[in-house]
Structures are given as C-alpha cells and as structure tokens.
C-alpha cells in the first residue's frame, strides 16, 4: 500500500514535467486515434456492404456501360430475388467544392434492395410519383439546409447542364455505419432527358444491384450473370458489393498504408519522450530507491514503483487524450463528411490506445529500473547531498 | 564494568578494495575491533579515510572483500544480497547527513515506512511511529513533508525513522554534518539521550569533535588504518 502511495505521489510530484508529458501522451493518443479513424472509414463503405447483394459492371471497366436490355434476362437467372439498376451521375452542387455521391436509380427496386435507407411511407410515396424528385440523406440535407419541397439544381459533369430537382425525401440509416451523404434520383429522368439529346446514350445503365435470395449463392449467381452475357457486345463482371467497393478502395491503398505508417510512428516518437522523462526521473531519485533499500526494500518494490509510476503518466495521458477523441472526432468528421460519410471511433481503435500506453509506459521504465536496481547501495547514497 | 559487557559488534581483519576500471583502491586494511552492546562511540578521521566505508560495511549495505564481521549473534559478511536486506530492516537503524527522508511521504509515513517490512498491523505501525515521533518532540509535526521541515526537524524525523523499529545497532554517518549548531546540539543531545536511557548501541561517524565529544569511545581512522587501540573519550 506504501508503495503504491509512493508511485502515484511520485508520479504527479513534478507537476509541470508529468503535466506536459502527459499532454504529450494525449495529443499522439489524440492523433493515433484519429488517423485510425480516418483509415477504418475509408472501409467503412465495404464493412455496411451486404454479401447478399451482388452488383453488375461492365467487365472492361466501370466507365463503360450496359445495355437496359440486360435487366429482364438477369431476373430470370435462378437466385435472383430482385435487380435494380443505376448510373452514377457525378453532378456538384453550386460548383466543385460541394461533392457527394450522387447517381440516379430505378426508385422502386433500389429501395427495396437498400432497407437500411430508411424512408416514411409518405416521402417514399411523393418520391416515387415525381419524375424529378430526389432523395437526400439526413446529414447532406442538414448540411446544405435542404428541405422537403426545395428544388436544387445540380450541374452535370459527365451529363452536362444544369439539372433540377425537388426534394422529396430525406432518409435516415439504419445502421450506424450507413452512409447519411448519397443523393439518388430516378433514372428515367435521366434516361428521357439525354433520350432527346442523342438515342445513342440512352438506354445505358452503370451498374445492377442484384438481390439474391441466399447469401451462399452469390458465388453461383454472379457466374451465372457473367456466363449470360459471354460473347454480347457489352460482357459483364458480377462480384459481391463488398468486393465491388473492395476494389474502390484498392486504388487508394497506398495512401492507408502512408497513414498507418505515420499513426504508428506518433505512438514511436511519443514511447522515446516518455522513456526520456522517465530516464530523468529515476535519475533524480536514485537517491530515493537507495534509502529505500537501505531500509530493507527490495528488488520488486523498487521495480513496482518505477513501472507503475510509468504506467500513471502513460495512461493519464493516454484517458485523456481517449476523451479527447470523441469530440475530436464529431468535429473532424462534421467537416470532412463527404470524405468520410462514416466517422465513429471503434472500441478496436480505444483498445489499442489502452495497449500502446501500457506497451509504452513498460518500455520506457525498463531501462530505468534495471539502473536502479543494480547500482550498489553505497553507491546510490553517495549521489545525495 | 566494560570487561563484563558482552560485544555485540566484533570486526575481524577487514579488508576493502574500490576498482575503477583496472585500477584497484584500497580503502580499509586489516581492520580488528569489538564495540560492546550499549556503545556510543564516534569514528573520526580525515576525508577520505575510510569512514564511511566501514560504517557501510558494518551495517551491512556494502560488501568487504576479506574479514568478518559479526554483529549480535549474526556473521553478515556470509549473508546473500536478500538475506542482507531483510537483517537490515531487523537490526539496524540509519541515520544520515542529508536527514534522506523520502520527500512525497509526510513526517509520519516517513517514519511509519520501514515497518512496513514487518508483520505489524496498520495501526501498530501508527502507534509504534507516533510514539517514536513523540520521543523526538516532532509528534505536533507529523503531518508535515519533508520540505516543510527545517534541517534540523528533519533530522529528528530521520532518528524517530532509524528507531522505530527497534534495531540492534544505530549508524549514524555525520549526523550533524549539514546542520548550525543549534540543531547539531539538539541532535546530539537526543542522540545522548537514546544511548543513555535506552540503551541504545551507537556508531557515529563525525568530523566535528564537538560531536565526538558527546560519544563514550572514540576511534580514529587514517588513510584506513585504525589508529588507536580502545580508549576512553579524552575529550
Ligand atoms: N564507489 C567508489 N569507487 C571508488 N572509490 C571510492 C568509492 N567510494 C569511495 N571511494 C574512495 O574510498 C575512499 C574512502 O571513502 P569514504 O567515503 O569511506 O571516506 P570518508 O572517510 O567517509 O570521507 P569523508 O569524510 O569525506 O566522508 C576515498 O578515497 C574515496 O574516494
Ligand atoms: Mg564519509
């Protein structure tokens, strides 16, 4: 128990010294935690990905279309429960700086394969009677301060002009983890107006979302899909909506892995400050473990006292910088939510927090303790006065 | 009367070696003396004699490199590093220059801090550091730490530290070598006291022969030699 009194009053007896290594500890914890982040909502789209839904591209690449044509054939494929189609449409709000996904559907079907855009009945009815009426989710509306019944006029980029709309639905996610950003429209809107422009463009679809009927069966639909159109004109690569968003996310991978890197790299720089406060302070109170061996204290104490005075500060710092996170968080991903339409600290990212501060609080005691222990008594009483 | 006292210290050809690097420096040659139980003598000797050393030696936190030393029924110099720690909390109280208390412990936790090595329960090792902090007149002082003590209170919490447990032998290593002279003659005069009216067994290094004089034997110590045989304080 005295020992344990000692340590922590040890621990906080330099105020201005443990305060800042502690605010240290907070901040890389803060940034360690954030970057995390960062990177698991980079996944985030693949993690709410459902395994029971397939999804249709053209196989030479996702620029390239597909025939209308294509939806009757795949319905009849066995396994399928239902298919709907889309075609992304990348149009920006006002100019450039407002992004977000938006992409035009067939309404009826898309809702029923996505249930986690959770729409009243009312909404989901105006919506789907209006031609022009589109579908935003609660944190797009809330950020440009939407409201049911405005038109908004989004500028094409691949289809160009100005396009407008009305809004007529606001949906809520059902899961933490769906993405509150997208804007979807009909596609018939699309299909009529470029129709009048060119027949040639029209007709085109982006992509099907397929529904199955049993998850195990993905592999056996998305084969059936692909050997259906072997040959056509335009072939297909069917694959599973995680791996379809998978493959997003490939491209960018080499940018996860520089901010992995440097996450791991705070926690390096944040173990060498701490091992140096530590060095420090056993140093000063060589004096200290001296007398107390004198008296009779042994080995273990002394190493008890030094590891945990360590394990104070580290995780000190380490809590505080953990409640930090949150509102750290809430902000970062407020302002970069069409980055990061999910942005929510998982419990894996605070246990590794907890981890790394003990891991770094018993690294950095070690070297210290092993010089306490050995230096002789005579010795470390010499070092006072 | 002395020759009926039984020892309760007795050195044997003590030898002492420092190695610094390849050099080797001898600091204690061949050193042969007995103290008998209720002792207060005092070592001198000039700087670097080899004071410290012996005292460090006898008290059983530095290691001799030939010789024997048995103190009560015990030869210490056959005991393992562990052994040693544990006949040090039993048998022997320690007082320093720097006083050396631990500064985040208050008075009474300082005091309180080396029974914690014993079997004594939380409020016999209270009773036991308050008594010992009454006997030197700090009781009203106990709550304080260390750096809200004068030097000479703080001596006083260091001996209240070295008694409480009741050791065979007290070591004391220039007890009053950072205090004015006021507090180095309070200091003392406790000191006396213990010895006196405790019985008390009391080895005191000094370079201050207003300190030695307070003591009943007196040795001195040159380059590592003991210089004299027995004598009786002729100060
Ligand atoms: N750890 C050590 N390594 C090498 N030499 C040492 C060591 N400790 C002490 N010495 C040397 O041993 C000799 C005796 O030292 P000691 O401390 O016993 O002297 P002292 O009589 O107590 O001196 P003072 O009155 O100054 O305290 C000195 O010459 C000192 O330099
Ligand atoms: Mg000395």
């Known amino acids: 128990m005295m020992i344990?009194?000692?340590?922590?009053?040890?621990?906080?007896?330099?105020?201005?010294?443990?305060?800042?290594?502690?605010?240290?500890?907070?901040?890389?914890?803060?940034?360690f935690g954030l970057l995390r982040t960062v990177i698991s909502s980079w996944y985030a789209g693949v993690e709410a990905a459902s395994t029971s839904r397939l999804v249709t591209r053209n196989a030479i690449s996702i620029i390239f279309t597909l025939p209308i044509s294509y939806n009757e054939k795949i319905r009849q494929i066995e396994g399928v429960k239902m298919v709907s189609y889309g075609n992304w449409f990348g149009g920006v709000y006002i100019n450039e700086k407002n992004f977000f996904p938006n992409f035009c559907?067939?309404?009826?079907?898309?809702?029923?394969?996505?249930?986690?855009?959770?729409?009243?009945?009312?909404?989901?009815?105006?919506?789907?009677?209006?031609?022009?009426?589109?579908?935003?989710?609660?944190?797009?509306?809330?950020?440009?301060?939407?409201?049911?019944?405005?038109?908004?006029?989004?500028?094409?980029?691949?289809?160009?002009?100005?396009?407008?709309?009305?809004?007529?639905g606001i949906y809520k996610g059902r899961d933490d983890t769906t993405d509150e950003t997208q804007f979807y429209f009909h596609w018939d809107y699309l299909n009529e107006t470029i129709k009048k422009a060119s027949s040639q463009m029209a007709g085109q679809v982006g992509f099907y979302m397929i529904a199955i009927t049993r998850p195990d069966l993905a592999a056996d639909v998305a084969l059936a899909v692909d050997k259906t159109f072997k040959n056509s004109l335009a072939e297909t690569l069917t694959e599973t909506e995680k791996a379809f968003n998978q493959g997003f996310i490939a491209m960018s991978g080499a940018i996860v892995t520089a901010i992995q890197m440097v996450s791991f790299v705070v926690i390096i720089i944040i173990m060498a400050v701490v091992a140096n406060t530590m060095a420090m302070t056993t140093r000063e109170r060589i004096g200290d473990y001296a007398i107390m061996k004198t008296l009779g204290f042994g080995g273990r104490d002394i190493t008890v006292l030094i590891f945990g005075e360590s394990l104070v500060i580290t995780l000190a710092g380490c809590l505080t910088g953990m409640i930090l996170t949150f509102p750290a968080a809430a902000a970062f991903g407020h302002a970069l939510e069409t980055f990061f339409p999910i942005f929510i600290v998982s419990t894996e990212t605070l246990y590794l927090d907890v981890l790394a501060a003990i891991l770094i609080g018993c690294l950095a005691a070690i070297i210290p303790t092993r010089q306490a222990i050995r230096i002789g008594i005579a010795d470390g009483l010499r070092r006072i006065g | 009367m002395a020759e009926q006292k039984q020892n309760i210290v007795e050195i044997r050809h003590l030898y002492k070696a420092y190695h610094r690097g390849s050099l080797v420096v001898p600091v204690l040659y061949d050193i042969t003396f007995d103290i008998v139980a209720g002792?207060?003598?005092?070592?001198?000797?000039?700087?670097?004699?080899?004071?410290?050393?012996?005292?460090?030696?006898l008290a059983g936190i530095d290691k001799a490199d030939e010789g024997s030393i048995r103190v009560g029924d015990m030869d210490i110099t056959a005991l393992s590093e562990t052994e040693l720690a544990h006949w040090r909390a039993n048998h022997v109280g320690f007082i320093f220059q720097f006083y050396n208390l631990i500064p985040v412990l208050k008075a009474i936790e300082n005091v309180e801090l080396p029974l914690h090595l014993t079997s004594l329960s939380k409020k016999e090792r209270r009773d036991h550091a308050e008594m010992a902090l009454r006997m030197v007149g700090l009781d009203h002082r106990m709550d304080h730490y260390p750096k809200e003590l004068s030097g000479g209170e703080q001596q006083r919490v260091a001996i209240a530290r070295a008694i409480v447990t009741d050791p065979t032998i007290l070591v004391a290593d220039e007890p009053t070598g950072d205090l004015d002279r006021v507090s180095a003659e309070e200091i003392l005069a406790m000191m006396e006291r213990l010895n006196a009216e405790m019985g008390k067994t009391i080895i005191m290094v000094t370079h201050d022969p207003r300190a030695a004089q307070r003591a009943k034997i007196l040795r001195h110590l040159d380059k590592g030699y003991l210089t004299d045989d027995d004598s009786q304080n002729p100060l």
């Not at chain 1, 344990?4 to 940034?31: C, D, P, Y």
């Not at chain 1, 029923?112 to 989901?124: N, Q, T």
């Not at chain 2, 005092?42 to 080899?50: R, W």
């Open chain 2, 39 to 57: 002792e207060f003598l005092a070592l001198m000797g000039p700087s670097g004699s080899g004071k410290t050393t012996l005292l460090n030696l």
């Open chain 1, 105 to 168: 559907v067939e309404p009826r079907t898309y809702l029923e394969i996505y249930p986690e855009f959770v729409l009243s009945p009312a909404e989901k009815k105006t919506f789907l009677a209006d031609r022009k009426g589109f579908v935003a989710g609660r944190k797009l509306a809330a950020k440009y301060g939407w409201k049911i019944g405005d038109a908004v006029t989004l500028k094409g980029t691949i289809y160009p002009g100005n396009w407008d709309f009305v809004l007529r």
């Open chain 1, 4 to 31: 344990l009194k000692i340590l922590f009053r040890n621990a906080f007896h330099n105020k201005l010294r443990s305060g800042l290594t502690i605010l240290g500890i907070a901040v890389a914890i803060l940034a």
